[in-house]
């Protein structure tokens, strides 16, 4: 056989081997892909320690994956407390939920879920209050989360709820580093209720004032805090100076 031939089929040979290896490195390569990234997002897995260290906790928390931003929560918290708003932002949904409520007291819980990289969502962040309120001469309330180095989400945010129809804009002045001013948001849910919030800028840091204006755009209400982590009810000017 000539030379020329044997090369031929030497060559034809070495691409139908290239051929048959290609797909099943392919594969191989989709199910290291895969595997890693379940470990790292499974309950426990390597996202899990990860955040663990990043909140100081000295074991690894196991957070669970929910089909739903809700679902998620409600795995989390093992609560089924009512979603009042949802917000997706920052690869990930915001959801508020309803605190609890009777005479004279008021609740909020804010939480924020990721979405994961094999589906689902998982709980990252949040938390709530509940605090004492009168309607009468307090205009809204407020509990701040600051951000946190190793925790994902649109931290830090300020948010609660207005309590007395008066309000019109809410605003949030960052007093700190990264001075700025941010309107909040308002949001209307339930039976004539609203939460308002605002989402600040990361390098963001107390002091803030919060303000709550009427229509006319006058100042009603104002009340600055320096904790990063603190709730309150704000009282209207002309209450507070009573």
Known sequence: ??????????????????????????????????????????????ADWRYSRATGLKETIRIPIGRTPEEAVQKFRDSNKTVVHKEFLNGGALLFLEGFKEKGRTGLQLEFVRETWIGGWKWEMGGGYGISVHPDTHLLNYM?????????????????????????????????????????????????????YAVLPKAASTPYTIEALDEKGGIIASQTFEDQTDSDSIPSMSAAVR
């Open 144 to 196: 701040s989360m600051p951000s946190n180095k190793g925790i994902k989400g649109p931290f830090p945010i300020v948010f609660g709820e207005v309590v007395n129809p008066s309000v019109s804009k809410v605003k949030v002045i960052i007093e700190g580093e990264g001075s700025d001013e941010k309107e909040a948001k308002i949001v209307d849910y339930g039976r004539e209720q609203r939460l308002w």
């Open 1 to 46: 056989m000539p030379r020329e031939e044997v090369s031929d089929i030497r060559k034809l040979k070495f691409s139908r081997r290239l051929w048959f290896i290609g797909p099943i490195a392919a594969i191989v390569a989709l199910f290291l892909m895969a595997t890693m990234v379940y470990i790292y997002e499974k309950p426990g897995g390597l």
